[in-house]
């Protein structure tokens, strides 16, 4: 079956300190991968994707992420963190063909403590 | 700024209302999406429209009634709901045929008395 696992449901890092969140991917096909954020009262924004070639992605807000296929992962990193970045971060896994299938993690919420 | 625009930001209605909420996009993108979101929970696929046409509708109950007038507008038409049906309703487009970049409106707060 096609899943999205974020083990941390809330983590709180400092401000100015390093942050990576977890993901991992169950698909059958080769997946087509995103991190999607959402602050408080907003919609979701795009991140990052990725579908092929180099598997460290940038993305905006100073974000990437790192695919690894032997660990079925897509971790989402940032050297330095910002209080503008606590919110929610939903990763996700669909197919390179469709919108319609996308399957969203269930939400890691990011706490900057000052 | 979001390029996709929904209406209203909030909506309150008793069980007898009739309601409708509104999306608009105007980046060309030919696929448009429904999504309800509970508090804490990732957002939840109601109905696609694909080409102005009903593609996917997720089982939702016949309360919630889709809308494409055209390839720019999605309506959401409300009527009966029940409290449990308090969310935040999202508007997403995407290209439509490409892959599966959505690009989501700051929802439509609703709150059933």
């Known amino acids: 079956a096609q899943s999205v696992t974020q083990p941390d449901i809330h983590i709180t890092v400092s401000e100015g300190a390093s942050l990576e969140l977890r993901c991992n991917y169950s698909y059958g096909a080769t997946p087509y991968l995103f991190w999607y954020v959402q602050s408080p009262g907003q919609g979701l924004q795009l991140l990052l994707k990725?579908?092929?070639?180099?598997?460290l992605v940038q993305g905006i807000k100073g974000f990437e992420a790192e695919f690894k296929r032997s660990q079925s992962s897509f971790n989402l990193r940032k050297p330095s963190v910002h209080w503008s970045d606590a919110a929610e971060y939903f990763c996700a896994v669909g197919p390179y063909s469709s919108a319609s299938k996308i399957i969203f993690g269930s939400g890691t919420r990011l706490s900057i403590r000052p | 700024d979001t390029e996709v625009t929904q209406t209203p930001k909030h909506l309150v209605m008793g069980m007898t209302n009739k309601k409708s909420l509104k999306c608009e996009q105007h980046?060309?993108?030919?696929?448009m999406y429904w999504y309800k979101q509970k508090a804490k929970k990732p957002p939840e696929l109601m109905f696609v429209y694909s080409y102005e046409k009903l593609s996917i509708n997720e089982s939702v109950p016949s309360r919630f009634s889709p809308e494409c007038p055209n390839s720019s507008l999605l309506n959401l038409h409300l009527h009966a709901l029940q409290p449990e049906d308090s969310a935040l309703y999202l508007c997403?487009?995407?290209?439509?045929?490409?892959?599966?970049?959505?690009?989501f409106g700051e929802g439509s707060r609703l709150t059933v008395l």
């Open positions: 997403a487009s995407s290209q439509g045929g490409y892959t599966g970049e959505l690009f």
């Open positions: 980046m060309g993108h030919r696929a």
């Open positions: 990725y579908f092929s070639g180099d598997t």
